[in-house]
């Protein structure tokens, strides 16, 4: 099996579309099996005031908000990382069982949780298939996470954002385990 580049991140500047990439993919996924999250942003009258969770069966969970009472925060935004932690257990992404994992994504609020981090490392070296988008900063585990020798990163950006989607399937189409996940039609 190709373990060197099985790990698919997505990095780019914020607001360049990762999420909305993400959320392509999930959807021309769709008949492999694939388990994970995505986020989404909290807007009151135009104007952003957190992050929730979005499982990819549809699941919710407040990520970050600016009226949330938290310990925790990044920026304006108070980070719930209680809840964050038990949003991760629901989704049971470490359990045993080839699929595709995906994760929107590994950033500064999400590394907040602990359990997160381990979590990522965990999938990482798994088995499964990680796609993921990361912060487009370098420092501390998102750093390391982007030199893995199992990693195969793409940069998002305005040259590249229409056709990224293409690249990403095509590279998965590589993977020699990419075939086995796919689900009988019904």
Request: contains cysteine.
């Amino acid at each position: 099996m190709d373990r060197e580049r099985k790990n698919i991140l997505i990095t780019g500047l914020p607001g360049i579309g990762k999420t909305t990439l993400i959320k392509q993919l999930v959807y021309g996924l769709s008949r492999y099996r694939t388990r994970g999250f995505y986020t989404e942003e909290i807007r009151y009258k135009g104007e952003r005031k957190g992050f929730q969770l979005v499982a990819l069966d549809g699941r919710k969970s407040m990520l970050a908000h600016v009226f949330i009472d938290s310990p925790y925060h990044v920026g304006k935004y108070r980070v719930d990382v209680t809840a964050f932690d038990s949003f991760l257990d629901s989704l049971g992404l470490t359990e045993p069982g080839e699929g595709i994992i995906v994760i929107d994504e590994i950033g500064k609020m999400e590394c907040l949780s602990v359990k997160f981090v381990r979590t990522i490392q965990e999938l990482l070296d798994s088995e499964n298939i990680v796609i993921a988008t990361i912060a487009h900063t370098d420092g501390g585990i998102k750093g390391k996470i982007k030199e893995r020798e199992d990693v195969r990163l793409f940069r998002m950006n305005l040259e590249n954002r229409d056709s990224i989607k293409d690249e990403i399937l095509e590279a998965l189409g590589d993977l020699p385990q990419f075939s086995r996940l796919r689900t009988p039609d019904r």
